[in-house]
């Protein structure tokens, strides 16, 4: 048989646990290796959103999200928060995906994202939305369609809305259909959100 | 006033949007994917959900998934993934391994290292060895090196005492059989000594970084049908693991529904005809 | 969901839709079923690669941000897999920013059209690249 059974599995040298300063190493491999050794630890925040926000390395910068999901505080959530608004689209997404994971720990930070002045802003934390409790999402989202200029941040809510909408969401739903009754697809997707929240689509 | 005669899966009635709306969300929290010819699968998971909640609609159905309500998430999850471990289980993964993936190796000198984690009680591992055995015509030319991990010290006992039921053979035919088992006498079967010689089982946790620390360089790794298991930043720290145990360019197998675009970013997908593998990337992507 | 057999493509053009939103995919639906085309749907990239796999199209409609696999990566990917290399791709952006669209076009898209999209400018599109008469 061609198989060999090696005696030992290739040990490497595990590398001693990292302080957070080697995150600014000019080693991506060093950077990479810091992220991931960092532990449930606060203290690291400051420079963990730091590093985030300079990252140029995609996969780096994953693991940095992942140190900070998982010491989850307040200034974690702060800091991938703050980086929706970052002109980096990579960066943006990866942010949103780390903090869709976390709706409990997003939930305070909703409501002024749903009111940021930068449209992609307010679309991403309309999708966060999804993923908290319902009654809350419906409470914000109802909020943000009452004053909502921006098509595509409606639409999304209205998608939102028509996985987790209960029967309150429809007045503000049909309001927002009848202000955007010129613009393509909002009205045809408030009438569907409503269908499926009153339980009436075929 | 709802007559609990009426919860019989066959009583409701569920539409084929609201499969694919389920479906839809069955995706965003957990990255497993249905196809449309695996929808029949879905249907009767979905119907036997309904019912055990004892939900009247689909609509109160996915009211109760959405909140979550007594991890109903993960019951959906469970009743998604069949546990039972067999030989030659997704052949087509195998037929991936040796008609796509083993093609490129050139180099003899060092050996193909592939790893089966988690191995259960050994059929994957053992599955990759004979698979390679029979299909591979390059397989006597180079050093194959096969390593099966598990967390259960009881599953990889029994792995390396390689003794199985005929259940767990029958996707296997009676010539290989014959090749690699010898029948005991209660309808069990012992695997080759010679292949439970040349398959080094170990003990490995996937989310712990420091034992995964020890294990580098591989070729191929299988880990189906466990990443849905772990919460979210857990899956992220095992993905990482993972790309570390990778050589640069090296795949790993998921489980058939799983994704890893829900799990990390980290590798790329390469879409085969026989499946979808994903790929530590050989360079790192200088930006997205 | 029927799957249409390449010698009917005469008759009827096949299109894939690639979008995370299910009303936005309904919406793509209603207007393209109406003119006669025959429409498939995929969640994201992901489950588009394995569509475009399976069976030959005329046209994917596809969304620029999708979780996962974005539209971009999918295009990407398309482009180098060489059964579907140069199947027609409109990409739907959200915004007609310089950036936006000269990544489409640099991913290999064919057109570009800008959400929200109406129904007769999806059907306008997917007719002129699909051939078929406006």
Same mark, same amino acid.
């Given at each position: 048989?061609?198989?060999? $059974?090696?005696?030992?599995?290739?040990?490497?040298?595990?590398?001693?646990?990292?302080?957070?300063?080697?995150?600014?190493?000019?080693?991506?491999?060093?950077?990479?290796?810091?992220?991931?050794?960092?532990?449930?630890?606060?203290?690291?925040?400051?420079?963990?959103?730091?590093?985030?926000?300079?990252?140029?390395?995609?996969?780096?910068?994953?693991?940095?999200?992942?140190?900070?999901?998982?010491?989850?505080?307040? =200034?974690?959530?702060?800091?991938?928060?703050?980086?929706?608004?970052?002109?980096?689209?990579?960066?943006?997404?990866?942010?949103?995906?780390?903090?869709?994971?976390?709706?409990?720990?997003?939930?305070?930070?909703?409501?002024?994202?749903?009111?940021?002045?930068?449209?992609?802003?307010?679309?991403?934390?309309?999708?966060?939305?999804?993923?908290?409790?319902?009654?809350?999402?419906?409470?914000?989202?109802? $909020?943000?369609?009452?004053?909502?200029?921006?098509?595509?941040?409606? =639409?999304?809510?209205?998608?939102?809305?028509?996985?987790?909408?209960?029967?309150?969401?429809?007045?503000?739903?049909? $309001?927002?259909?009848?202000?955007?009754?010129?613009?393509?697809?909002?009205?045809?997707?408030?009438?569907?959100?409503?269908?499926?929240?009153?339980?009436?689509?075929? | 006033?709802?007559?609990?005669?009426?919860?019989?899966?066959?009583?409701?009635?569920?539409?084929?949007?609201?499969?694919?709306?389920?479906?839809?969300?069955?995706?965003?929290?957990?990255?497993?994917?249905?196809?449309?010819?695996?929808?029949?699968?879905?249907?009767?998971?979905?119907?036997?959900?309904?019912?055990?909640?004892?939900?009247?609609? &689909?609509?109160?159905?996915?009211?109760?998934?959405?909140?979550?309500?007594?991890?109903?998430?993960?019951?959906?999850?469970?009743?998604?993934?069949?546990?039972?471990?067999?030989?030659?289980?997704?052949?087509?993964?195998?037929?991936?391994?040796?008609?796509?993936?083993?093609?490129?190796?050139?180099?003899?000198?060092?050996?193909?290292?592939?790893?089966?984690?988690?191995?259960?009680?050994?059929?994957?591992?053992?599955?990759?060895?004979?698979?390679?055995?029979?299909?591979?015509?390059?397989?006597?030319?180079?050093?194959?090196?096969?390593?099966?991990?598990?967390?259960?010290?009881?599953?990889?006992?029994?792995?390396?005492?390689?003794?199985?039921?005929?259940?767990?053979?029958?996707?296997?035919?009676?010539?290989?059989?014959?090749?690699?088992?010898?029948?005991?006498?209660?309808?069990?079967?012992?695997?080759?000594?010679?292949?439970?010689?040349?398959?080094?089982?170990?003990?490995?946790?996937?989310?712990?970084?420091?034992?995964?620390?020890?294990?580098?360089? &591989?070729?191929?790794?299988?880990?189906?049908?466990?990443?849905?298991? &772990?919460?979210?930043?857990?899956?992220?720290?095992?993905?990482?693991?993972?790309?570390?145990?990778?050589?640069?360019?090296?795949?790993?197998?998921?489980?058939?529904?799983?994704?890893?675009?829900?799990?990390?970013?980290?590798?790329?997908?390469?879409?085969?005809?026989?499946?979808?593998?994903?790929?530590?990337?050989?360079?790192?992507?200088?930006?997205? | 969901?029927?799957?249409?057999?390449?010698?009917?493509?005469?008759?009827?053009?096949?299109?894939?839709?690639?979008?995370?939103?299910?009303?936005?995919?309904?919406?793509?639906?209603?207007? %393209?079923?109406?003119?006669?085309?025959?429409?498939?749907?995929?969640?994201?990239?992901?489950?588009?690669?394995?569509?475009?796999?399976?069976?030959?199209?005329?046209?994917?409609?596809?969304?620029?941000?999708?979780?996962?696999?974005?539209?971009?990566?999918?295009?990407?990917?398309?482009?180098?897999?060489?059964?579907?290399?140069?199947?027609?791709? %409109?990409?739907?952006?959200?915004?007609?920013?310089?950036?936006?669209?000269?990544?489409?076009?640099?991913?290999?898209?064919?057109?570009?059209?800008?959400?929200?999209?109406?129904?007769?400018?999806?059907?306008?599109?997917?007719?002129? %690249?699909?051939? %078929?008469?406006?």
């Amino acid at each position: 048989m061609p198989f060999v $059974k090696s005696g030992e599995t290739s040990h490497l040298r595990v590398e001693p646990r990292r302080s957070a300063g080697a995150l600014t190493s000019a080693d991506p491999e060093t950077r990479w290796n810091a992220a991931r050794a960092i532990g449930i630890d606060a203290d690291a925040v400051p420079q963990l959103a730091a590093a985030l926000r300079a990252e140029p390395v995609p996969r780096v910068r994953e693991a940095i999200i992942t140190a900070l999901m998982r010491i989850g505080d307040e =200034a974690s959530i702060a800091a991938l928060m703050a980086c929706l608004r970052s002109p980096d689209a990579g960066l943006r997404t990866a942010c949103l995906d780390a903090l869709r994971a976390m709706p409990q720990a997003i939930l305070p930070f909703l409501a002024s994202a749903l009111e940021d002045h930068d449209s992609d802003v307010r679309i991403m934390a309309t999708e966060l939305a999804r993923s908290v409790p319902p009654a809350d999402a419906n409470r914000l989202l109802c $909020k943000l369609l009452e004053g909502e200029r921006h098509a595509n941040v409606c =639409a999304v809510a209205i998608d939102v809305l028509a996985e987790v909408g209960t029967s309150d969401a429809i007045p503000a739903l049909q $309001k927002c259909a009848e202000r955007f009754r010129t613009t393509a697809f909002l009205p045809f997707a408030a009438s569907i959100a409503i269908a499926r929240i009153s339980g009436t689509e075929g | 006033m709802a007559n609990p005669e009426a919860h019989r899966p066959a009583g409701v009635w569920v539409t084929p949007d609201e499969v694919r709306r389920l479906c839809d969300f069955i995706y965003r929290r957990t990255g497993m994917l249905f196809a449309d010819n695996k929808r029949y699968y879905v249907d009767r998971r979905l119907a036997e959900r309904i019912a055990a909640t004892h939900s009247l609609s &689909f609509q109160a159905y996915f009211a109760l998934l959405r909140s979550n309500a007594d991890g109903e998430i993960q019951h959906l999850v469970n009743a998604f993934t069949v546990n039972e471990t067999y030989f030659y289980r997704e052949e087509h993964q195998l037929r991936c391994m040796t008609s796509n993936l083993l093609n490129g190796a050139t180099d003899r000198a060092r050996p193909i290292r592939i790893w089966s984690i988690p191995c259960s009680t050994g059929e994957e591992p053992y599955s990759i060895a004979i698979w390679l055995m029979e299909n591979w015509s390059q397989v006597d030319q180079y050093s194959i090196e096969i390593i099966g991990s598990d967390i259960d010290t009881t599953a990889l006992k029994a792995a390396e005492i390689g003794i199985y039921g005929d259940r767990a053979l029958m996707r296997l035919s009676p010539q290989l059989i014959d090749r690699y088992f010898e029948p005991l006498t209660d309808d069990h079967y012992r695997i080759d000594p010679g292949l439970t010689n040349s398959i080094h089982f170990t003990r490995a946790n996937l989310v712990d970084a420091q034992q995964m620390a020890h294990y580098r360089d &591989f070729d191929i790794i299988f880990c189906r049908n466990v990443l849905i298991y &772990f919460d979210d930043s857990s899956r992220r720290m095992a993905a990482e693991s993972l790309y570390d145990c990778l050589r640069p360019g090296g795949y790993i197998f998921l489980g058939h529904s799983e994704t890893m675009s829900r799990i990390s970013p980290l590798f790329d997908v390469c879409r085969f005809s026989d499946a979808i593998v994903y790929r530590r990337p050989e360079t790192d992507h200088g930006d997205n | 969901m029927e799957t249409i057999e390449k010698t009917s493509t005469q008759l009827r053009a096949s299109i894939l839709v690639v979008d995370d939103s299910s009303l936005v995919r309904l919406y793509y639906r209603e207007a %393209l079923e109406k003119t006669g085309l025959a429409i498939e749907e995929a969640i994201n990239g992901i489950e588009a690669m394995e569509k475009v796999l399976a069976q030959a199209f005329d046209l994917v409609i596809v969304d620029i941000n999708m979780p996962g696999m974005d539209g971009l990566t999918f295009l990407r990917t398309l482009r180098s897999t060489a059964d579907a290399a140069t199947t027609p791709v %409109l990409m739907i952006t959200t915004q007609a920013s310089k950036h936006d669209v000269e990544n489409a076009r640099m991913a290999g898209a064919n057109f570009y059209l800008v959400k929200p999209v109406s129904q007769a400018e999806l059907v306008r599109h997917a007719c002129v %690249l699909t051939g %078929l008469p406006t």
